[in-house]
């Protein structure tokens, strides 16, 4: 893990890194498969989708009556985004963080934003089409903040948004682990798909247990997509 990138103890949860920390949230994933609390997908048919650019969003600035505020599910999180299928879809998201990498706090998710000009990301807050989970823990340039099967679950939630996101940890030019955006444009078939599909698995009465994201066929359907992502990162 690279220096800069060290874990800052006032701003996460101690229980949520090392060996403590993956019991910690192994546990919790199965009291979520006890109760149902956690969304998820069936573990097969999963496909790599196709991939769009890593190129800065072309997504124009929001406008104020455009924006809403959401809470995290489960979490004390919530964050300001497009109101509509971008942010049903970055909401699925950040609830996956929160249930299978690490509690968010009340601070942890920022969205839109008036970013100064030529900031890191800055069409992609302008827009509301993107999230920053714990900016200050995952900063732009910096790697390594993620344990490997952390990894493996930032993968699983891509394929499953089946390419409509765009992870920043595989941008080559300035990498942000915490960033997730919208990678295709607002009113995209794609994007209202993923958004009804994830939506659907919010609002169903009765939920399932959480897809386990080293099943062999979902694996490899996302090593599929990283692969292509990284590619045009």
């Known amino acids: 893990m690279s220096e800069s990138s060290q874990e800052d103890p006032t701003q996460e949860d101690?229980?949520?890194?090392?060996?403590?920390?993956?019991?910690?949230?192994?546990?919790?994933?199965?009291?979520?498969?006890?109760?149902?609390?956690?969304?998820?997908?069936?573990?097969?048919?999963?496909?790599?989708?196709?991939v769009a650019s890593a190129a800065p969003s072309t997504n124009p600035p929001a406008q104020p009556d455009a924006l809403a505020r959401y809470a995290v599910e489960g979490s004390n999180a919530s964050v300001t985004l497009l109101s509509g299928p971008s942010a049903v879809v970055l909401l699925h998201v950040a609830r996956r963080f929160h249930y299978e990498i690490g509690t968010l706090g009340a601070d942890d998710v920022a969205g839109y934003a008036e970013v100064p000009a030529g900031s890191p990301f800055e069409a992609d807050y302008r827009s509301g089409t993107a999230i920053a989970i714990r900016p200050a823990m995952y900063p732009a340039g910096a790697t390594g903040g993620l344990f490997p099967h952390e990894v493996a679950i930032v993968r699983d939630v891509l394929v499953e948004c089946e390419g409509v996101v765009r992870w920043g940890g595989d941008f080559r030019k300035t990498p942000k682990e915490g960033h997730f955006r919208i990678d295709v444009k607002p009113g995209d078939a794609a994007l209202d798909r993923v958004a009804r599909k994830v939506g659907g698995w919010a609002d169903a009465p009765g939920r399932v247990a959480p897809a386990d994201p080293f099943v062999p066929g979902r694996r490899q359907a996302a090593e599929r997509l990283a692969e292509r992502q990284k590619a045009t990162g």
């Open 14 to 50: 101690p229980t949520a890194r090392g060996p403590a920390g993956d019991a910690n949230r192994l546990g919790r994933r199965r009291f979520f498969a006890i109760t149902g609390g956690l969304v998820a997908v069936a573990s097969v048919g999963l496909a790599a989708p196709p």
